[in-house]
């Protein structure tokens, strides 16, 4: 009877310890999965070694995240609202204008950004002309968003097929029977298109948007009008486009000319092109993009994500922006980007596209759309 309960308690005993060693094999395990740092950015942005440095940091200071991509990439105004107020990211790459168009709806999902946290030491290199404009600040004068780089809607042509005199110098030449089906263009953010059209015929690229702020209401009616010459140009426009591209730029032997926001043109010159921006005289039309945080990322997690905007805005990523991206750096340690100059440059010669309101949006969005149908889409 002895020898039976003694072998019952020997079993007892190693089931014991082997639960014991499973709880804690559960438990270290539990500790070592890393909470996700889910980041929502334009194709090229964010690279495989920007992941794998920003992870290293976060680990060597204590912190338990790991940086994640989401899937798709950024796209447009409407995409990027729809996964932030799904909860889907908790880091965004907003263009800055996004955040108070229609109606400012992006704007209620940010969380404004403390320029004094320890965690955002590169921040003080920033442009401080960048740091608190306008569109990108709430009701109580904070910003929802630190600088990162600029661009434009570029147009670059293919040198290696046509001669430096047969450059077109006007917006309107895209127009033209001999750029007809040899140019693309964004089909994701139509109103850049549709300033393109405005500005072929002497407007600012913004004149629908400026008139209905002043409220001139008869040529906001004159200039959308189905059968009027604005939506005739937009049509026309759409029609001679050969192909169009919503995350990035493509490039295939029957184009001449690409629509670019700047990352692919630096990827095709290296692999032994020549494209060169077109330097309209009429300007081009430039955006801002920034680093935000989403409402409800808070403590350690709003900690890491500080971590990770410090080092976008840091000279390394800053120079890769604008060696690389074809774009204008937001840090004055960085020099200036040879092909758009600096900050400065963008500001004074360029459009910087305004946050347009609903009403605004959904006029562009109508004619764009008729363009889209003209063209069978």
Request: charged share 20%; aromatic share 12%.
């Amino acid at each position: 009877m002895r020898l039976k309960f003694s072998a019952q308690w020997s079993i007892l005993v190693v089931a014991l310890l082997f639960s014991i060693s499973c709880f804690a094999t559960n438990q270290i395990q539990a500790v070592e999965v890393k909470q996700a740092l889910r980041v929502l950015a334009w194709e090229g942005y964010v690279t495989a070694e920007d992941i794998r440095e920003v992870n290293y940091i976060l680990a060597e200071q204590g912190y338990n995240y790991e940086v994640e991509l989401v899937v798709p990439f950024a796209q447009s105004a409407e995409q990027m609202f729809d996964l932030i107020r799904a909860k889907q990211c908790d880091i965004t790459f907003l263009t800055l204008y996004f955040i108070k168009m229609q109606n400012e709806q992006t704007s209620k999902l940010l969380q404004a950004i403390n320029p004094k946290s320890p965690r955002l030491s590169n921040y003080a290199d920033l442009y401080n002309k960048l740091t608190r404009v306008d569109m990108g600040m709430n009701a109580d004068g904070e910003p929802l968003y630190i600088p990162w780089g600029g661009g434009i809607y570029g147009f670059y042509i293919n040198t290696d097929k046509v001669k430096q005199s047969d450059i077109p110098t006007s917006v309107a030449d895209l127009w033209l029977d001999e750029w007809n089906n040899r140019f693309s263009l964004n089909i994701g953010q139509e109103w850049y298109n549709l300033g393109l059209a405005l500005m072929s015929m002497g407007h600012s690229p913004f004149y629908l948007y400026e008139s209905l702020k002043s409220q001139d209401r008869n040529t906001v009616i004159k200039m959308s009008a189905p059968d009027g010459t604005l939506q005739y140009k937009i049509d026309k426009l759409y029609q001679a486009a050969r192909s169009f591209w919503l995350n990035s730029s493509g490039f295939n032997d029957e184009l001449l000319i690409v629509s670019s926001w700047g990352p692919e043109v630096h990827s095709q010159n290296v692999k032994g092109d020549h494209w060169q921006l077109i330097d309209f005289k009429e300007g081009h039309m430039a955006w801002f993009d920034s680093i935000n945080f989403v409402k409800g990322v808070e403590g350690k997690k709003l900690e890491a994500a500080e971590i990770f905007a410090n080092y976008f805005i840091g000279k390394k990523v800053q120079s890769r922006l604008s060696s690389e991206l074809s774009m204008v750096p937001a840090s004055m340690k960085v020099a200036a980007n040879p092909m758009l100059g600096d900050v400065g440059n963008i500001v004074k010669k360029i459009w910087v596209v305004p946050p347009f309101d609903n009403s605004s949006y959904q006029i562009m969005e109508k004619m764009t759309d008729r363009a889209k149908v003209s063209k069978g889409h």
